[in-house]
């Protein structure tokens, strides 16, 4: 099946992935206008009246990029919907959203047709993100037009399938669009995706340590001076297995190689409360590829590198 002409403005398959807290209108806008698809969480933008300004914020700066630059149009950007039912603040953000006729939105945490009918009546899609087959029929099934592999050291929130099943299992059976995650941070990477049989890289750990991010720089720097040694996988913090930096568990005076289990029913995804706030700020998503992230650099660096990458392995595979 044809990818979507959404995507036609990529210079590059990859989708940079919504980090909560981190992501913002500066960045999304430079991994946008550097030619792949940027994307934040709608509930990054607090209070919720400020979804407003970031979204004619985005939707203005790249109209002028592509007035300015014909010869390179920017990427499509994406807006993350937490679907869950704690999030108090979906109904809003997606009327936000209808109005600046979002053309990519990603949801999390559930999957809704409501939610697919109503992002397809403004003429969006839709990407999901699963971590297993079950969850991928699922959402499919609910109207999703694309899907979200989320393997094995992905940042965050994570499964524990390989890329290698994952992608395998889906494509016996799903032939839209599909972005593969977990631990891709290279251009090398980018490219074993596509031969495993995604359509897109979905990228995020590495775009922590850009200059644009909204992450602090402790954290940055924990991701430049980090390897997969320093990830850890718990529970804990959200209730939901994700993947973190072991520095900032310790500073919060916790031991990372002995983490309690954490319980689903006692935090907040949607509104980000305190849980989920000190999840995210405090204790520091990350995932396993970040060995190959040896400085903070513009995010736009961050894609040329991937594209030269992408490129050299092409040549040496001997591929057109």
């Known amino acids: ?3 979507p002409s959404v995507f036609d403005g990529l210079r590059l398959p990859v989708i940079g992935a919504p980090l909560f807290i981190i992501s913002n209108p500066k960045l999304v806008i430079a991994q946008c206008t550097a030619g792949v698809v940027g994307s934040m969480p709608a509930l990054n933008a607090r209070p919720a009246s400020q979804l407003d300004e970031w979204l004619a914020e985005i939707t203005e700066t790249l ?20 679907v869950h039912k704690s999030n108090d603040r979906l109904e809003h953000d997606m009327q936000v959203c209808a ?10 945490l559930g999957a809704r047709t409501d939610v697919n009918d109503a ?9 999901h993100d699963v971590i297993n087959d079950t969850f991928a029929h699922k959402a499919v099934d609910k ?7 989320v ?19 889906i494509r016996e059976w799903f032939d839209g669009p599909l972005a593969l995650s977990g631990a891709i941070a290279t251009g090398g990477g980018v490219l074993a995706a596509q031969a495993m049989g995604a359509d897109f890289a979905y990228i995020g750990s590495a775009f922590i340590a850009t200059d644009e991010a909204r992450a602090s720089d402790a954290y940055k720097q924990a991701i430049v ?10 529970s804990l913090f959200t209730g939901v297995h994700g993947n973190y930096l072991k520095p900032s568990i310790r500073a919060a005076g916790l031991d990372p190689d002995h983490l309690p289990e954490g319980d689903l029913k006692t935090m907040n995804f949607g509104g980000g409360g305190e849980g989920a706030k000190k999840a995210w700020k405090d204790i520091w998503g990350c995932g396993q590829g970040i060995g190959a992230v040896h400085a903070v650099v513009p995010a736009a660096e961050l894609v040329a590198r991937l594209q030269r990458e992408h490129d050299a392995t092409r040549a040496r595979l001997g591929l057109r």
């Open 151 to 169: 393997a094995a050291g992905a940042g965050g929130h994570a499964g524990v399938k390989s890329p290698f099943a994952l992608v395998q299992e």
């Open 225 to 234: 001076d980090g390897t997969s040694d320093d990830i850890v996988y718990s």
């Open 119 to 127: 992002v397809h009546g403004w003429g969006g899609i839709v990407l």
């Open 143 to 149: 109207g999703a037009d694309g899907l979200i592999a």
């Open 99 to 108: 109005k600046y006729k979002v053309p990519i939105v990603i949801t999390s």
């Open 1 to 3: 099946m044809p990818l």
């Open 63 to 82: 109209a002028a990029w592509n007035r300015d630059h014909p010869d390179r149009p920017a990427a499509p950007f994406a807006i993350n919907q937490i």
